[in-house]
């Protein structure tokens, strides 16, 4: 099983400061890598999948990179909306797994 | 529009069975494969299981392996977990999930039904 990791458990961001949340593999996933947003009380939304492309509707201050084991959701400049959970998981091998999610809080 | 519409949900006891069904509406069901992805209160997302367009592929999370059974009715649009032996961590939010093929991120998630899985 590949089990997925996410770092910080929380972050704590001023609207309009640059958010960066990290993902680890603990073995390779190659580029299956999804990264999705969930509200209180709301279905997930996927933002990127391939590990950096958007997904249909997703705003451009959404980003992802990496490869491998180490990836990267970066949200350019935090808008209120932006304040949720995040969550990675791979699809590159069975069982799919989640990882554990970071919490995007106001500063 | 693009929908996913979960329904079945309830409290069961311990040991029991019960079925969740998914209903999909604005796009052509039988291209796309489906999940089911859980969420127990306060904690984070746990995969399932997931069904090939065609039915022909299917693959569970060990957790409910050999208690649940994933199906799908392309004539009616439909997703089916049929739950058996249930435990009480089975207790959660269960969210069916489209995705392109088996192996890819899910673009179109439904609303939740919630599962109480207690004596």
């Known amino acids: 099983e590949r089990v997925m990791t996410q770092s910080p458990a929380t972050l704590y961001v001023s609207p309009g400061e640059r958010a960066t949340l990290s993902c680890r593999a603990s073995q390779t996933v190659s580029s299956d890598l999804a990264w999705y947003q969930q509200k209180p009380g709301q279905a997930p939304r996927l933002l990127i999948y391939?590990?950096?492309t958007r997904a249909t509707g997703i705003p451009a201050r959404f980003s992802g990179s990496g490869s491998g084991t180490e990836f990267t959701l970066t949200i350019s400049s935090l808008q209120s909306e932006d304040f949720a959970v995040y969550y990675c998981?791979?699809?590159?091998?069975?069982?799919?797994?989640f990882g554990p999610g970071t919490k995007v809080d106001i500063k | 529009q693009v929908q996913l519409v979960e329904s079945g949900g309830g409290v069961v006891q311990p040991g029991r069975s019960l079925r969740l069904s998914c209903a999909a509406s604005?796009?052509?069901?039988?291209?796309?494969?489906v999940h089911w992805v859980r969420q127990a209160p306060g904690k984070g997302l746990e995969w399932v299981a997931v069904i090939s367009y065609n039915t022909i592929d299917k693959k569970y999370a060990d957790s409910v392996k050999g208690r649940f059974t994933i199906s799908r009715d392309n004539s009616k649009n439909t997703l089916y977990l049929q739950m058996n032996s249930l435990k009480t961590d089975d207790t959660a939010v269960y969210y069916c999930a489209r995705a392109p093929v088996m192996s890819d991120g899910m673009d179109v998630w439904g609303q939740g039904t919630t599962v109480t899985v207690s004596s």
């Open positions: 604005g796009f052509t069901f039988n291209s796309y494969a």
């Open positions: 391939g590990a950096s």
């Open positions: 998981h791979q699809y590159y091998y069975w069982p799919l797994t």
